[in-house]
């Protein structure tokens, strides 16, 4: 779950708005992956699975959206956004935990167990938690770890 850091790697704590997600392990075992939608795609990729949205967000990103991932998104390309320089996350993210002991995060799992496991298989609003995160930019990539979950939704 947690990830190691380069020395003077600068990382920031905030808030964050995260998607939960069932997430089926290879041996079976049940993990919670928890997305991190950049702002400017969250209303085009709900209702989408998290590789849908992450495929959403790659098209948004890319120099050249002639791939053919981008000419079967479902979505017009002309209504992708651009995503401003120093916009946080600066693509889709996501973490998967596993393994979590009962207190590791009671209120997402708590949460986890009791909403209906269909509203875990595509992102949602009812499916959201609010997490503060520690959030680290590289200029090779972006990446965050979840520090304490401060609210599920409905919020």
């Not at 795609?41 to 990103?61: F, P, S, W």
């Not at 596993?98 to 799992?109: G, I, V």
Request: aromatic share 8%; net charge positive.
């Amino acid at each position: 779950m947690a990830r190691a850091q380069s020395a003077g790697t600068p990382s920031t704590e905030m808030e964050a708005i995260l998607f939960v997600q069932s997430h089926q392990m290879k041996n079976g075992q049940d993990a919670i992956h928890l997305v991190w939608v950049p702002q400017p795609i969250q209303r085009l990729c709900l209702g989408k699975t998290a590789q849908q949205c992450a495929t959403i967000d790659y098209c948004v990103r890319t120099t050249n959206r002639d791939v053919s991932q981008c000419r079967n998104l479902g979505v017009p390309l002309s209504s992708l956004p651009s995503y401003p320089p120093d916009m946080r996350p600066r693509r889709q993210l996501s973490v998967v935990l596993l393994a979590l002991t009962p207190n590791t995060f009671p209120r997402l799992q708590d949460f986890y167990r009791r909403a209906p496991r269909a509203s875990f298989e595509r992102l949602s609003l009812s499916a959201r938690v609010k997490a503060r995160v520690r959030f680290t930019r590289t200029p090779e990539d972006d990446d965050f770890d979840v520090l304490e979950i401060l609210a599920v939704a409905p919020f």
